[in-house]
């Protein structure tokens, strides 16, 4: 598995796109050989890269890097890790097997939980305040599958999605604002927004 980063520059308003891409930097291999597929990416800098994938028999893949050197993250249970999101004073990382992690970057402390065995969790988001939200759905059945979960600081709780989201496999990724403003979306094109009381289904744009 090769892992590469691109470092971006601030841009800039010179109004020529062309130019400006040319004047990115090019790609840097910074991995090679990893144990298992990378899934995803997060990073606050170009020396706080934050790495999670998949578990090939000896345990997920889970780095972090420091602009120069590779370190493993220990403490996670075997099974893939679909994502991985920062709020700044922690992560959050989801993965199969119902499993959502919460790491906490000041003291290294990894706190994890296991919301339902059946679901793999795709998504995973919190807008900084300790709060979260952990989105997914069960992969062995082929509709009426997709979950969200939200987290108020002491336990995960269960939401009930609206009907045209509830009939798909799952979600796949949980995005948003704030804990009054969060976006879903996931398989069959759907997509979801939660006003801090709700979930509602939004259309989107069908191509034939």
Partial sequence: ?????????????????????????????????????????????????????????????????????????????????????????????AGAGGRVFRLDLGTATLTSWVLDPEVTFFGAWGPGDGTAWAVGGNTAVPSDAAVAYTFDGAAWTPVTLPAEVTAQYALYKVWGNAQDDVWAVGSGGVSVHWDGTAWSFVDTVSYA
Avoid: K, Q
């Avoid at 062309?18 to 990416?41: I, K, M, Y």
């Avoid at 997920?60 to 920062?86: E, I, K, Q, R, Y």
């Fill in 1 to 93: 598995m090769l892992l590469l980063l691109l470092a971006c520059p601030e841009p800039t308003d010179s109004g020529d796109s062309a130019d400006s891409a040319s004047d990115l930097p090019p790609w840097r291999d910074v991995a090679e050989n990893l144990p298992g597929a990378v899934l995803s990416v997060w990073g606050s800098a170009a020396d706080d890269v934050y790495v999670v994938g998949a578990d090939a028999g000896t345990g997920p893949v889970a780095f972090h890097f420091d602009g120069a050197t590779w370190t493993a993250l220990p403490g996670f249970d075997a099974g893939d890790l679909w994502w991985v999101s920062g709020d700044g004073a922690r992560l959050w990382i």
